[in-house]
């Protein structure tokens, strides 16, 4: 029985090396290789041997610690998008509302082309924020520092916005009315479903993740070297 379940855990582990082999930049993916060889070919070798060797097995069970960490990062990236999807629907909202509804205020003359200028910085953002996520999702290399960077910015990009109101000749007041509904899509993503809730959270998981993938060092046993 024991060697019915290595052989299906084998199957399952080369499925999912030979999907994630597949993707250019994913992380220990088709670079990763055991003293000169491939993953795949070091799960093929052990399989073919049915081995119940203990330096084969504490492999195989690196490998699937390996995977819990690449299904965090998904799991992220997932949320992200979901979270993206959100943020444009408030947008939209807001956005139509908007033009529907000009904005007239003598004390903030310059409110449209503030709004405008702060919804299309949004945008910006949202389609960063979308590209990270499918970078996660893709399990690229390089995912969790964007992931890190891009919410990095989104916080220095909302803390600005204090010194831009004290502009005079009604830019500042302009600007500071429009800072709300002019950042809804930010907003979302740092303020939903508590402010800094979610960025700490994802942070804090994707680098814990990409930490603990980095370490995932694993040394094939000196007889696989021969084959």
């Not at 399952?12 to 088709?30: K, Q, S, Y």
């Not at 690229?140 to 890190?148: D, F, N, S, V």
């Not at 500071?176 to 509904?181: C, L, P, S």
């Amino acid at each position: 029985m024991r060697v019915g379940l290595i052989s299906r855990s084998l199957r399952g582990l080369e499925r999912a090396v030979c999907e994630v082999a597949g993707r250019r930049g994913g992380l220990f993916g088709g670079n990763f290789r055991f003293a000169g060889h491939s993953l795949r070919t070091f799960i093929q070798v052990v399989r073919r041997r049915g081995s119940r060797h203990p330096a084969h097995l504490a492999v195989l069970g690196s490998i699937a610690k390996m995977n819990i960490w690449r299904r965090l990062l998904q799991i992220v990236g997932v949320l992200n998008l979901a979270l993206s999807v959100v943020a444009c629907y408030a947008m939209i909202i807001v956005d139509l509302g908007v033009s529907r509804h000009p904005h007239v205020n003598p004390q903030e003359p310059f409110f449209p082309t503030a709004f405008w200028i702060l919804n299309g910085i949004n945008v910006a953002f949202l389609v960063a924020f979308d590209y990270v996520s499918i970078m996660l999702i893709r399990l690229q290399l390089r995912a969790a520092i964007a992931h890190t960077c891009l919410f990095v910015a989104l916080i220095f990009y909302i803390s600005i916005f204090g010194p831009l109101w004290l502009i005079p000749n009604g830019v500042g007041s302009s600007i500071g009315g429009a800072t709300g509904v002019g950042n809804t899509g930010v907003e979302v993503l740092l303020l939903f479903p508590l402010p800094l809730l979610y960025p700490l959270l994802s942070v804090l998981c994707v680098n814990i993740a990409r930490f603990k993938l980095k370490r995932a060092v694993i040394h094939a046993p000196s007889d696989i070297r021969h084959e």
